[in-house]
């Protein structure tokens, strides 16, 4: 019994699609996304990431290559091993493995059209060297792979060093060759190393700040929102936040009022209507049991307790999401035992199967009248009606889970939601008779709704209707 009130998953996708008095498309199910502070803070990081990597771009494409230390380095060292070629000392370079230089009867850099800094460096060794600036110095700066040295940014060869290959004539017709390794301009792994935190860190502080002062009151505008189809009145959000955030919570607080004003309204209207409908019908009464005919008197008798009926159900449906019944911490079972005993005493066997020791926050009243309507639509309908209870948890999305069962017929699938309508009945939903006024599912609803709670209708598979309220534990407002 009752094994789909523990585990049927898609019971608030039906609460949430199934709101009494509203069109499917009021509903927002919730749904779950990047909130405006992380995606805020997300776009300034990439913002900052794209930033610096123009500027590797730009510099990688226009600012020099060497460093100036490395620069004057590599003109001495060149100075240093010209001399002992001059001289024919061996030629023997401290420093990186890589650097070497050697005699040989060709240039290892053919002459070529070399780019500006080549140049550059070029002329600062021949002026070093008291040589021709033309054609006796020639040098290439690469990767030390063999790429160009001005590779592109997205290109792996940006990260790797760089290394100078220069070929330099000599008076006997050779030619003095060298590979000697440069220090870069931009060391990026250390640039950004610091550069990253030193400009990221703050900003997506800042930006943090920025954006919790702008989502605050949004959060407050939607938990109040989420409380509101509830029913039950809330005090006037705090004017806090940016200008517009404060004008969205002035006119969110004008809007709670003036729909506090019209069901109070319509709920004084429908009340004066009651109290005026009394009179009349209370003087019909009279009038009916002077009538000789005791057929007739029957007949005007019924329909006037009928219509009497009506106006105090109508009203009692109208005032039910008036009611600011407060909040309480109540035990389940001691709630529910004063139903368990009234049917008892009305001679109807309606089984309870409550957990011992269950607290729940809730409005009670409200509940225990949502139940009793429940109870007594199945024993109208169906002749017979089990309450259970289940305890919350992850297969009850941490709600406290109320069924109501029978085995009746059960209903159509198709009018499973039209029922929660005012005053309709359907001829074929539960038996071959019409009994009540059709208020007693939409006034459960609103009982249930009006602590933030769901009711919906389900056919069960053995047969008969099963109803299911789910109570979330209420966030205070």
């Not at 949430?16 to 509903?27: C, K, R, V």
């Not at 954006?211 to 605050?216: E, G, I, N, Q, S």
């Not at 939607?222 to 404060?246: F, K, M």
């Not at 407060?326 to 079972?333: E, L, N, R, S, Y």
Request: aromatic residues 4%; glycine residues 6%; hydrophobic residues 45%.
């Amino acid at each position: 019994m009752g094994e789909r009130c523990e585990t049927n998953a898609d019971v608030n996708a039906k609460a949430a699609a199934l709101q009494p008095g509203t069109a499917a498309s009021d509903t927002v199910p919730k749904r779950r996304g990047i909130g405006l502070g992380w995606q805020f803070g997300l776009l300034l990081l990439g913002a900052l990431l794209a930033s610096h990597l123009i500027a590797m771009a730009l510099l990688q494409r226009t600012g020099q290559l060497i460093n100036p230390a490395s620069r004057n380095q590599t003109v001495t060292t060149l100075s240093a091993v010209h001399a002992l070629a001059m001289r024919g000392a061996d030629m023997e370079l401290a420093g990186a493995d890589q650097d070497r230089a050697w005699l040989a009867e060709a240039p290892q850099v053919a002459p070529f059209a070399m780019l500006p800094e080549e140049r550059h460096l070029a002329a600062a060794v021949a002026q070093a060297l008291r040589l021709p600036a033309e054609g006796a110095v020639w040098m290439q700066i690469e990767r030390v792979s063999g790429q160009q040295a001005r590779a592109s940014v997205f290109s792996p060869a940006v990260w790797q060093p760089l290394r100078l290959r220069a070929s330099i004539a000599l008076p006997d017709g050779q030619w003095l060759n060298a590979s000697l390794g440069l220090q870069g301009r931009y060391e990026w792994s250390r640039i950004l190393l610091f550069a990253l935190p030193a400009s990221v860190l703050p900003v997506l502080v800042v930006a943090w700040l920025v954006a919790w002062r702008l989502v605050r009151p949004l959060r407050r505008l939607i938990d109040a929102a989420g409380q509101l189809r509830y029913g039950h009145e809330l005090p006037d959000l705090p004017v806090r936040g940016p200008h517009e955030a404060r004008e969205l919570t002035r006119q969110f607080n004008a809007m709670q009022r003036r729909l506090a004003q019209h069901r109070d309204a319509r709920t004084r209207m429908l009340a004066a209507i009651s109290h005026d409908l009394r009179t009349p019908v209370t003087a019909l009464r009279l009038q009916a049991e002077l009538i000789d005919d005791e057929n007739l008197r029957e007949d005007m008798i019924a329909s006037l307790v009928e219509l009497q009926a009506m106006v105090e159900e109508t009203l009692d449906f109208a005032r039910a999401d008036a009611r600011a019944e407060a909040w309480q911490t109540v035990d389940v079972a001691a709630l529910l035992a004063p139903l368990e005993r009234r049917y008892q005493q009305l001679g109807h066997t309606v089984p309870f199967t409550v957990p011992t020791g269950l607290r729940w926050v809730c409005r009670p009243i409200a509940l225990r009248r949502a139940l009793a309507n429940l109870i007594e639509n199945a024993l109208r309908h169906a002749g017979d009606a089990a309450v259970r209870v289940v305890l919350p948890g992850p297969s009850t999305a941490g709600a406290l889970c109320l069924c109501v069962e029978d085995a009746g017929p059960g209903i159509d699938p198709r009018k499973l939601e039209q029922v929660f309508e005012p005053f309709l009945q359907l001829d074929d939903a539960r038996g071959p008779q019409r009994q009540g006024l059709g208020l007693g599912l939409a006034i459960a609803r609103t009982c249930v709704e009006m602590q933030g709670g769901t009711l919906v209708l389900e056919n069960r598979s053995e047969g008969g209707l099963r109803a299911v309220i789910r109570l979330p534990a209420p966030r205070r407002a």
